[in-house]
Each structure stands twice: as C-alpha cells, then as structure tokens.
C-alpha cells in the first residue's frame, strides 16, 4: 500500500530545499541586491525635484524632517520673495508661484467669517430646464450682508463681461451651426426671500469640448487678473461646475473626456479644492466646539 503520508512529506521537502537554494541564489547575485536609499542621501537636485510633486501642505511638513532636508528645499515665504524679485520660468517657476499663491489663499480662508463659509459651501449648480442645455449656479446669503452680496456680484460679472468679450473676438464662421458654437446665452440674476438675497448666474449651449475648454480658459483668464482674496468665489465655482458636469456630462459627451478637458486647469481647480476643503473643516470645528459646550 502507497503511504500517502510519507510521500506527501517528501513532497514538501523536495520544495523547502528548492525554495531554500533559490533564496541563497537570489542574495548573493550582484544584480538583484536591494539597498534602501534615505531621501536626505539623495542629491540636493533629486530632492528638490521629488518636493515639486508635492501639495504645498505636503512641502512644508517634508522640510521639518530633518536639517539636511530643510536646508535643501526653499521654505515658501521665500519663494514669494524670489519671485518679486525676479520672474521664474519652467517648472521651477510655476512650483514656486503654486506655493505662493497657496499661501495667500490659506491666509484669506483663515479670514472667512461663518456667512461666506457657508456660502461657500451652498453653492448650487444645476440643470435649468427653462431654457435648453442650460446650467445655472445659484449662490445664497444674508440679504444684509452687503460686504458678500458685492464680492459675488463683482466676480460673477467680470466672469460673463469677460466670457462675452471672449466670444464677441472669435471669427465664426459663415456656417450657421458653428456660429451656435458662440451663443452662450449669459445672465445673471438677482432674487431676494425671506430675508435671504440669492444671485444666480445662468448660461446656456454649453454642449461641446471646445466650449467647455473655452469656459474654463476664460475663468483661468481672470483667476489670474484677480488679486487672491477675491478669488475664492470664482474657484470654488469652477470646481462645483466640474463635479456637476463630470456627474452628469452634456448631451453626446464622454464623461471621461469632459473631465479631462476641465481637469488640465490644474491651477484653477487646486485652488477650489483648497478653500472648499477649508470651509469643511472649519464648519467641523465649528460643530464641535458647540457639541462640547452645550
């Protein structure tokens, strides 16, 4: 009779040997050595370099390692000043103009009184069905709060006299259908309820990568015209824009595409993301401290 058992065990160890002379192979080839490699060992350049890939959070945190790696990277205060000194081009160059003006953005969201917070954060973006392929951003306030009512209201018209300027100066051509092309259909209007002031900017057409390409080229345009604090308005609106049109893309559109052609504003929608992740984690805090002191 065949003893399964017996034959099972030298089964297993005919594999424990090869594994085992395979492993003593392996750690003695000269090609396959592994050597762990700290980042302060690096070049200088090399660690530069692999800090630029970082958020700007992420840059900070990374300089407070160690001495080697502080004296390495440029804390951002002086990339400010490096800047104003001269201009900077390349990579290195819009590096340090992201951290910069990141900076700045933080300082100016530390300064967000709980109204614009929570205006911020309501910013509604939907489909209006009044009028074909419509959308329409909707933001609410205090109907008393003059300050906020202008800051909205002067972004939000730069915003279209700056789209409309845009499509006035393109040459459209004698064809009909690509003259549609340019028809936005821009308005805004201004409600008033229960004490509440709402402004809603509304446009139409929008319904080609081309349009949506210009849309956003156009708001890039006066992101950078902008000083940073009035900013905050104008990008937190883009970015409620690009999550509703990469949820529900226009007509005939690929999703994927759509959110490639908005997502090449790196800049733009950073900056977005930055002050809507900010007014969340103030209105936590928020919360909070009033959970803890009933």
């Not at 058992?5 to 392996?26: D, F, I, K, P, T």
Request: some cysteine; aromatic content about 8%; proline content about 4%.
């Amino acid at each position: 009779m065949l003893d399964v058992s017996s034959q099972g065990n030298r089964v297993c160890q005919q594999y424990e040997n090869l594994a085992q002379s395979s492993s003593s192979s392996l750690s003695t080839s000269s090609t396959l050595t592994r050597q762990i490699v700290n980042i302060d060992s690096l070049p200088v350049e090399m660690i530069q370099k692999i800090a630029t890939y970082l958020p700007t959070t992420d840059y900070d945190n990374l300089r407070v390692t160690n001495r080697t790696i502080c004296d390495a990277l440029i804390s951002i205060n002086s990339m400010h000043t490096a800047l104003a000194e001269k201009p900077l081009y390349g990579a290195q160059g819009a590096y340090y103009k992201i951290c910069a003006e990141a900076k700045h953005l933080a300082a100016r969201c530390r300064r967000l009184t709980e109204c614009e917070i929570t205006t911020l954060l309501n910013i509604r973006v939907q489909p209006d069905f009044t009028i074909n392929r419509a959308i329409s951003v909707q933001f609410q306030y205090p109907i008393d709060d003059l300050t906020l009512n202008d800051g909205i209201m002067e972004i939000v018209e730069a915003f279209c006299k700056k789209l409309t300027t845009m499509v006035m100066h393109q040459k459209p051509s004698s064809c009909p259908a690509l003259r549609y092309r340019y028809q936005y259909n821009i308005s805004i209007e201004m409600r008033t309820f229960d004490a509440q002031a709402e402004v809603i900017f509304q446009a139409s057409n929008l319904c080609t990568l081309s349009q949506l390409s210009d849309f956003y080229a156009c708001a890039y345009q006066l992101y950078n015209e902008l000083a940073i604090p009035q900013r905050i308005y104008l990008t937190t609106m883009m970015v409620k824009l690009h999550r509703f049109w990469r949820a529900h893309p226009p007509a005939n559109l690929d999703r994927q595409e759509v959110d490639n052609t908005i997502r090449s504003y790196v800049t733009l929608l950073r900056s977005g993301n930055d002050v809507l992740a900010y007014c969340k984690a103030a209105k936590r805090n928020s919360a909070g401290e009033a959970s803890s002191n009933p």
